[in-house]
């Protein structure tokens, strides 16, 4: 790293619309791909807390124009000479979108519209801005900054605990290294990667095979509130009774699988929602005692093994050991996770569980995950809910689009958007779409179709119940959902 801060001092114009956002920035969720502005803006925006923060940073820039009062510190990359932002990746995504309010999420996608419309975007085209000499200038400035300003959103701890977790991988667990870049306490900095190490216990098969589906996809997130293993495993008492010490940045136990069984418990309850043991950030100080007499006793009795030591008694080592050639010549099966069949017509539940919706509307989000968690006998309910989800898709479309204005113009003698049914919706949005939607439409506005818009309407209005099998509705939502891809934010995962 460069020790000369002179860059601090000087100031560069530089166009918005050439700098690149940093995909490593620790507010990204590291399981996401993250190229298109609006990949950065969804991720930034996918909580409530964080959404109102950021639409409360385009309103400040809209209304009282962009104010530099924070560096913004880009570094030049060596591999492609483009310039990327180290510091002030919100605020240079709040100035991207403003001047281009088409590449915004469509959840959100309405409202920087609004806002970008009292705002000329020549007055946002180029920003001062500090360039590093290096990324490690940049990723000392990174640990460096301390803003008071009201618009600066400081990391979350889960977020610096993943800076640190970067840190660590990067330049190989080099402690002294890490301490000179955060300039944290060598105690405080073990204790975060401490408990690092405790989360991705998770991972090992002891405590995943325990685990549902969903719960280990919880358990892993980005989200998981690793606060509470923080206030747990701090507890005294906690460690004593599980058996758990620390050396340095090592966990050491005195029995590893009693531990396991008892953790896995734990994670469950922390990711159950429902569970009848509440854990959370604040139950975890004031019920402590309850929860831990609720979760699994470990037998402390065994002898000490490091978080890597798997030996058993000193009298079953020699048997082991005579077994050792065979077992290590003898074929790995590997593991074959079972495979996600999609667009198959006889599956149980209309929309699979790879699928996620991001949207600004309460009931299509709702909808979405009832329809991933109702099966199919329930299809009168289904039959309906397609319907309706079709409808408010649209209609989702044509405000983040901001074409409602367009449509009644379209309609002059509709009276306004609720006197505008879904057919003449549909014809309108079609011209808005690509080759593939622009034909689902078409077939669907074609009433001889077997799957079409008047045997939707029919499930709302008719009696019959000839078009209500499985297999059916299965085929409907099939055709329906690449349109509804282009409607909406859905993504695979």
């Known amino acids: ?22 995909a490593g920035n620790p507010r990204l969720n590291p399981e996401e791909t993250h190229i298109q502005i609006s990949d950065f803006a969804e991720d930034l925006t996918l909580e409530d807390r964080d959404k109102k923060q950021f639409f409360k940073l385009i309103k400040s820039i809209t209304d009282d124009g962009f104010i530099p009062a924070d560096p913004i510190v880009v570094w030049k990359s060596l591999e492609n000479g483009k310039y990327y932002v180290a510091e002030g990746n919100r605020r240079v995504l ?43 200038d940049a990723e000392w400035y990174i640990n460096q900054r301390n803003s008071t300003s009201s618009l600066h959103l400081s990391w979350s701890r889960v977020q610096q ?22 300039k944290m306490n060598k105690s405080e900095l073990e204790s975060f990667i401490r408990i690092l190490k405790v989360k991705d216990l998770v991972k090992q098969i002891e405590v995943k095979g325990k685990l549902t589906d969903e719960e280990y996809k919880n358990a892993t997130s980005y989200k998981f509130p690793i606060t509470i293993l923080e206030r747990f495993f701090s507890n005294k008492e906690a460690k004593e009774k599980w058996g758990l010490d620390f050396d340095g940045i090592e966990l050491i136990f005195k029995n590893k699988m009693g531990f396991l069984n008892a953790y896995s418990e734990l994670i469950k309850h922390i990711v159950n929602k429902e569970s009848d043991l509440k854990i959370d950030t604040r139950t975890i100080t004031t019920n402590f005692k309850e929860i831990l ?12 093994e490091g978080i890597e030591d798997t030996s058993q008694e000193e009298e079953e080592e020699e048997e082991e050991e005579e077994e050792e050639e065979i077992i290590d010549n003898a074929p790995i ?41 109702i099966p199919l006998k329930y299809n009168n309910s289904i039959a309906a809910s397609i319907r309706i989800f079709l409808d408010l898709a649209i209609l989702n479309y044509l405000k983040s689009e901001d074409l409602v ?7 002059p003698d509709s009276n ?27 077939k669907i506005l074609n009433s001889n179709n077997e799957l079409s818009l008047n045997v939707l309407n029919g499930y709302v209005h008719s009696e019959s119940t000839h078009y209500l099998s499985n ?23």
């Open 94 to 136: 709040a100035l991207k979108l403003l001047r281009e309010p088409q590449k915004a999420p469509k959840s959100i996608r309405s409202f920087i519209r609004l806002q970008s419309a009292k705002i000329n975007e020549n007055d946002i085209e180029k920003i001062l801005v500090n360039v590093a000499p290096s990324f490690e």
């Open 293 to 304: 007499e609720h979760l699994p006793k470990v037998n402390t009795d065994d002898l000490i």
């Open 333 to 373: 099966e590997p593991i074959t996770p079972a495979p996600v069949i999609k667009n198959n017509p006889n599956r149980n539940r209309l929309i699979l569980d790879i699928y996620s919706l991001n949207s600004s509307s309460y009931r299509l989000n709702g909808l979405f995950k009832e329809l991933k968690l």
């Open 405 to 411: 204005g367009n449509l009644c113009g379209h309609y």
């Open 471 to 493: 297999r059916f509705l299965n085929n409907f939502w099939d055709l329906l959902f690449p349109l509804f891809e282009e409607l909406l934010d859905i993504k695979e995962n």
């Open 416 to 442: 306004g958007l609720k006197n505008i049914n879904l057919s003449k919706r549909l014809e309108f949005v079609k011209t808005k779409m690509n080759s593939k939607s622009k034909d689902i439409i078409q």
């Open 1 to 22: 790293m460069n020790n000369n801060y002179d860059w601090l001092n000087k100031k560069t114009p530089r166009s918005v619309d050439q700098l690149r956002l940093w």
């Open 161 to 182: 605990q993943r800076w640190i977790s970067e840190l660590y991988d990067k330049y190989n667990g080099d402690i002294e290294r890490i301490i000179s870049i955060t």
